[in-house]
């Protein structure tokens, strides 16, 4: 049973188009979080949820947009693709904003 | 601003040797420090953690020093083997916020 799972593993796709990763959790945690992390294995938080409700937004572009559906469920979608958003991105969740975080295997994103 | 520094970005260990990897830290605030192991292709996962009310936790071969007054915590990592080697990050929190994670430390363990 996967904890902390994400989709696609992998995602490879041309400058200027959309996507989304989604993650889910089957921990019961009712916090979950969007990181990137770079070529150097820089991790950097890019979004929280707690219960559903936004708590952290760093300073990201307005062309990523988190959507949560359900307290298991954090979507990332992102618009208008970049060179710069190539990067693994993972999915965490924890039971509240101070507890350990269980993270997923990551989504490999290249932009061609 | 970074806030918890960890050092070195990059170590290398032979077998059985102790890997040491050190945080610094600013805010007092701070009051759980946890550290994650990354391997390749998957996420962290949470290795071993200190509340700042000790100054040591063992868990097996990984051991988390830490020292309040000097704002610095370590992990060290005896007997170091083979499948040791994946990249270690800090992390420290306030009871009730977010974490913030160090740079990380990519460790080779040579045989």
């Known amino acids: 049973d996967t904890a902390v799972s994400q989709t696609p593993k992998y995602l490879v796709t041309q400058m200027g188009n959309d996507k989304s990763i989604k993650c889910e959790q089957n921990?019961?945690?009712?916090?979950m979080y969007w990181y990137k992390q770079d070529s150097k294995k820089f991790l950097k938080i890019m979004f929280s949820y707690n219960n559903k409700e936004l708590i952290i937004n760093e300073t990201v572009p307005n062309r990523f947009s988190p959507k949560s559906p359900d307290k298991a469920h954090l979507n990332l979608h992102i618009n208008s693709l970049e060179l710069g958003d190539s990067a693994v991105y993972f999915c965490?969740?924890?039971?509240?904003?101070?507890?350990?975080?269980?993270f997923g295997d990551g989504t490999r994103l290249s932009i061609l | 601003q970074q806030q918890v520094k960890q050092s070195p970005q990059s170590l290398i260990v032979q077998k059985g040797g102790i890997s040491i990897i050190n945080c610094a830290y600013e805010?007092?605030?701070?009051?759980?420090f946890p550290w994650y192991q990354q391997f390749p292709g998957k996420g962290p996962a949470l290795l071993i953690a200190i509340r700042p009310d000790v100054s040591e936790k063992k868990e097996g071969r990984f051991t988390i020093s830490f020292n309040k007054s000097a704002k610095q915590f370590s992990l060290h990592i005896m007997d170091s083997q083979p499948g040791d080697s994946a990249t270690y990050f800090c992390a420290a929190t306030i009871t009730g916020n977010q974490f913030y994670f160090g740079t990380g430390t990519s460790l080779t363990v040579i045989p």
């Open positions: 921990l019961g945690h009712d916090t």
């Open positions: 965490a969740s924890s039971q509240s904003p101070d507890q350990p975080q269980h």
């Open positions: 805010n007092t605030a701070f009051d759980y």
